[in-house]
């Protein structure tokens, strides 16, 4: 006790410069705890523009990505008008995309469209890369083409480190975004394969220097796993017989997740395998909301992360990048059971989790198995409500983006409005909208003790919704059983074909695609976007 106070009184003794270099080296969290401690403390951090920057960064979900010339004021300002652009700002349109067939990909604020084109001597396909601009990002319109002189069929971005990578035969290469040059990090260039092997389409994924595969024999049709080093060409594993992940991602550098290959047992289940030594955690998801009956067959499908896993050298497009500390996992779970006079009924849940919240479990047991539902999801996973749909989108899937995603249809509001539904999942951006919403005020809270709260408080319905078309928002607070949610509504522009729309989320954006029709591969009419 002697020790702990004469630590106190020794700290507090320090100039109030040197006290605020050791907060601001401690970072938001150290700031916040120690402002609770004593007047000083409070007054020094209300005191201080760049503890004050520090705690509203992390409060907004962002790392700072600004030129050093700026000042703290300009900084905060900066970071105020980014984070009042998606209620201030309309949709906007992106020009020149008449004709281009389809959406390809997207990685962070990176939109990878493709174009067929056939001559008297080739036919192939062209990838057109657009950056999303932005005013309060300071993003400039970036456009770039790729026009290979063999069809890609089979690829994959990370707009973070400029890298694209894909199949041209048997082999993997790796090259700059938007050029045909070798990516100067990769030593060879290429990924080699063995002859007759061929990647699968839509299975590659980059994490890192980590790009992994699915490839197939043609030999016997055989299946093979492949996780490269894509820096300097050296296989880290290798796996086939019966491991066949159509869908999969990266957890971290050391566990990938997918389906088990029971899906069309009555319960799917979430499999998290350890790539270096090949243990399984088998996650079920037997929950009773899971299936309409008994006999229900059931299936899970995992939508992407768009959101590249790591900055290189801290870099992004723009004045700030995405806090990439944790990431969202969505998991559709669909099931099929027979209803009255034999019909058949079809139910969908959609289960939110984050990815810490995972690996959290499958280090403290890493000896794997299978876990049951009730020992791991209450807590850590959110199923969210299905909601009325207005209009549905072409895909009908979830997008995702770091830890935000859109729902997979476009729905209604309180009042009836067709709206995008975003649900961002950042415990930051979350205590600071219940902070805002005032529910944490009269009792003198700050805004992270008031996160903490929402975890086992129940708060009133937000308040009325305002006129139409101002974007509104509110929180679904959590408790012992479910992840705190803010919930971003953000009405369509008017006049758009609202039946053939894809949505897709960006890391500072969700984007609308208004197709020609229905049809998947339909050319793209329009393209807007709104700042999120």
Request: net charge neutral.
């Amino acid at each position: 006790m002697i020790t702990r106070r004469c630590t106190m009184v020794g700290l507090l003794s320090l100039p109030d410069e040197l006290l605020t270099n050791i907060l601001d080296f401690g970072g938001h969290t150290t700031i916040v705890m120690c402002q609770q401690t004593c007047r000083r403390m409070n007054d020094l951090v209300n005191g201080s523009m760049a503890l004050q920057y520090a705690v509203s960064l992390a409060a907004a979900g962002l790392v700072d990505n600004i030129p050093m010339d700026v000042d703290l004021a300009e900084r905060l300002n900066l970071l105020a008008e980014h984070e009042s652009a998606w209620e201030d700002t309309p949709w906007f349109p992106i020009e020149g995309y008449d004709g281009v067939l389809g959406l390809a990909a997207s990685s962070g604020n990176l939109l990878v469209f493709f174009r067929l084109w056939d001559d008297s001597v080739r036919f192939g396909r062209q990838l057109v890369f657009q950056r999303l601009p932005s005013i309060h990002q300071g993003v400039p319109d970036f456009t770039s083409r790729m026009d290979p002189d063999f069809h890609v069929h089979e690829f994959s971005v990370d707009s973070s480190q400029d890298l694209l990578i894909y199949a041209h035969g048997s082999r993997l290469a790796t090259r700059e975004v938007g050029t045909n040059r070798p990516h100067p990090a990769s030593s060879g260039g290429v990924l080699s394969l063995r002859k007759n092997e061929f990647p699968i389409a839509t299975t590659t994924r980059i994490y890192g220097e980590l790009a992994a595969c699915l490839t197939t024999l043609i030999d016997d049709g055989s299946l093979r796993f492949r996780i490269f080093n894509w820096t300097t060409g050296q296989s880290i594993t290798e796996s086939g017989g019966n491991f066949s992940p159509l869908r999969y991602e990266f957890l971290d550098a050391d566990h990938i997740f997918y389906s088990s290959s029971e899906a069309l047992s009555n319960y799917p289940n979430l499999v998290v395998e350890n790539i270096r030594s090949s243990c399984r955690t088998v996650l079920r998801l037997d929950f009773p909301d899971i299936v309409p009956g008994t006999n229900a067959t059931c299936y899970l499908s995992i939508p992407q992360n768009s959101m590249p896993h790591t900055w290189a050298n801290n870099r992004s497009a723009g004045y700030f990048c995405d806090d990439l500390s944790d990431r969202l996992i969505v998991l559709n779970v669909v099931s099929y059971g027979w209803g009255a006079y034999h019909s058949c009924r079809k139910q969908q849940q959609t289960l939110h989790i984050s990815t810490n919240a995972i690996l959290s479990y499958v280090r403290a047991h890493p000896s794997g198995g299978s876990v049951p539902w009730d020992a791991w999801g209450p807590g850590n996973v959110r199923v969210v409500p299905r909601r009325t749909v207005v209009h549905e989108t072409v895909t009908g899937m979830h997008t995702l983006c770091g830890m935000r995603a859109v729902h997979d249809h476009i729905v209604k509001d309180r009042r009836s409005r067709p709206v995008i539904c975003v649900y961002d999942y950042h415990r930051g951006r979350v205590g600071r909208a219940l902070f805002a919403q005032g529910n944490g005020a009269s009792s003198g809270a700050g805004m992270w003790t008031t996160m903490r709260r929402s975890l086992s408080t129940k708060y009133p319905e937000p308040p009325a919704l305002a006129p139409y078309p101002v974007a509104t928002s509110y929180v679904l607070p959590g408790g012992e059983k479910e992840m705190s949610c803010l919930v971003k509504e953000i009405p369509i522009p008017k006049g758009l074909l609202v039946d053939n729309l894809m949505c897709v989320l960006c890391e500072h954006a969700v984007v609308l695609l208004e197709l020609s029709d229905r049809r998947l591969g339909a050319p793209i009419s329009g393209v807007f976007y709104h700042a999120i």
